[in-house]
Nanobody
Framework: QVQLVESGGGLVQAGGSLRLSCAAS????????MGWFRQAPGNEREFVAA????????YYGDSVKGRFTISRDNAKNTVHLQMNSLKPEDTAVYYC??????????????????WGQGTQVTVSS
């Protein structure tokens, strides 16, 4: 079965940067896109970014647009999330997600079938 492994989380001061990576063990024909979500304690899981495998279509959540950049490496079944100008409100567990179909809403966590274990991102003020 597909497994997702996230890496790159950690502690950073406000204004700093982190780069997250997510490697999938393999791709399936039904997987159209991979995405990043985040969840802070007591909050709902929030959409961060998504990218499609075929056309490279990119989607961002409003709160991260202009600061975060998602990219992919199809040969390595890997997606990256470059996070710049980090703010304390970016503090959360960040999850990589896979398995969204081509007709689904990539901004909806319910569209994804496979999730990574999560990596903690903490931004201090």
């Amino acid at each position: 079965q597909v497994q997702l492994v996230e890496s790159g989380g950690g502690l950073v001061q406000a204004g700093g940067s982190l780069r997250l990576s997510c490697a999938a063990s393999y791709r399936t024909l039904s997987s159209s896109a991979m995405g990043w979500f985040r969840q802070a304690p007591g909050n709902e899981r929030e959409f961060v970014a998504a990218i499609t495998w075929s056309g490279g279509l990119i989607y961002y959540g409003d709160s991260v647009k202009g600061r975060f950049t998602i990219s992919r490496d199809n040969a390595k079944n890997t997606v990256h999330l470059q996070m710049n100008s980090l703010k304390p409100e970016d503090t959360a567990v960040y999850y990589c997600a896979d398995g969204a179909s081509s007709y689904s809403d990539y901004r909806d966590a319910r569209a994804y079938s496979t999730w990574g274990q999560g990596t903690q991102v903490t931004v201090s003020s």
